[in-house]
């Protein structure tokens, strides 16, 4: 089943004494017994192992921790219902993976190193997969430059590896109050918005503190050069219902391309709606609320899916407050799509992706 994947012994016995999390789950907390490792040097990747999960020692020279050359991934597997595991278009994240590494100077993973890992850490985990519907296990493939050298320079060494956490919720809200953000900017044209490093996130951490403190769960990030034009949260891009049509900021170098984005895009015409993905502007969106004509606005991302937005705000103390906190648009979208990713509803755009098991 894995050509490249070379599974440990050790591995094999962190697994057998490994017990899966009973109860709540929170999300990214617990994680496998296991992870799997490359390291790229010499302009190659050397082998692909599964060890047993535990801490990585750094030369305090290396250079991620200087410069931050990093990018990671975020997707699932899922075993609900007594099916699966199942991951869900993994390829979209392998694709999206090497766009990252390309935009930060990294080398990019072949396929099938890739694939093996992500599959691998699922396949012999598999038992740790929670059962429970909108619970899976949240997999995190990452690279980053492990050279030992304090010049600014891309590393010419790297190590990509997966880990993996059985998960619930990433919000356990049932809708969630945004900040509209006109102060601190989270990307810029030509910047690194639309990939997934690091740098993105770092930026984006005081935006939230204060979004927090002011009483709301998340930030809106407008563009960086007017501050005028919707782009997408820290974690999840956005979706608003306007006139009866679904509209989603359309895609530029600072949003970064969803897969759940994309995948909503296709699940709502299948749906009957109209989907428009154009340049959003924030006033326009909130006369459009204060008119009464936009019903509903959600976010969606692979660790939340799609959450309902119930208010926007701003520090000033303005309010537009949405009529549905968790409007009939975002449900039977949320319902289709988490329907698809366990298995319950027909795959016919071939999305699924089966894992064997290895017992
Ligand atoms: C900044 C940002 N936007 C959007 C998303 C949603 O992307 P996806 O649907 O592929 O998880 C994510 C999560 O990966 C993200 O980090």
């Known amino acids: 089943m894995f050509n490249r994947l070379k599974v440990t012994p050790e ?18 907390k617990v994680m496998v017994p296991v992870m799997i490792v490359s390291d790229f040097d010499n302009g190659e990747w050397g082998p692909l192992e599964m060890i047993p999960y535990g801490p990585i020692s750094l030369d305090p020279t290396t250079k991620v921790l200087h410069y931050g050359q990093e990018i990671f991934e975020g997707m ?6 007594g099916k699966g595991p199942f991951l869900f278009r993994p ?4 694709n999206r993976f090497n766009f990252s590494a390309r935009r930060m100077g990294m080398p990019e ?13 699922t396949s012999y985990c598999a038992d740790f997969i929670p059962k429970r519907s ?15 050298h304090l010049g600014i320079k891309p590393a010419g060494k790297m190590k990509f590896m997966v880990i993996a956490s059985p998960s619930g919720a990433y919000i356990s809200a049932d809708y969630v109050k945004v900040k509209i953000e006109k102060q601190y900017t989270r990307a810029c044209p030509g910047g690194t918005g639309n990939a997934k490093t690091g740098g993105n996130y770092a930026g ?12 709301f769960h998340q930030t809106l ?14 974690g999840m891009n956005f979706f608003a219902f306007v006139d009866n049509k679904l509209y989603t900021p359309k895609l530029n170098d600072s949003i970064l391309d969803g897969i759940t984005r994309n995948s909503i895009i296709q699940l709502a015409k299948d749906l009957g709606k109209t989907v428009v993905e ?15 004509a936009c019903t509903e606005a959600f976010m969606c991302g692979t660790a939340a899916i799609v959450v309902p937005i119930a208010e926007f705000g701003d520090l000033s103390g303005n309010k537009w407050v949405l009529p549905n906190n968790n409007g009939p648009v975002a449900f039977s979208i949320k319902e289709t799509l988490l329907g698809l990713q366990e298995g319950r509803l027909e795959d016919k755009y071939g999305w699924v992706v089966p894992v064997e098991t290895v017992h």
């Open 11 to 28: 591995a094999i016995e962190a697994i057998k004494n490994f017990s899966a999390p009973q109860g709540e789950l929170v999300f990214g």
């Open 76 to 81: 699932k597997g899922y075993r609900t219902g």
């Open 91 to 94: 390829e979209q994240n392998f």
């Open 109 to 121: 993973v072949p396929e099938d190193l890739f694939m093996e890992a992500v599959k691998g850490i």
């Open 134 to 148: 909108g619970e899976s296990l949240y997999i995190r493939p990452f690279m980053f430059a492990t050279e030992e």
């Open 204 to 215: 984006s951490l005081l935006a939230a503190v204060e979004a927090n403190k002011a009483g």
């Open 221 to 234: 990030w407008l563009d960086g050069l007017h501050k005028k034009y919707i782009e997408e949260l820290s």
């Open 278 to 292: 154009e340049v959003m502007e924030i006033d326009w969106l909130l006369q459009k609320i204060n008119d009464g």
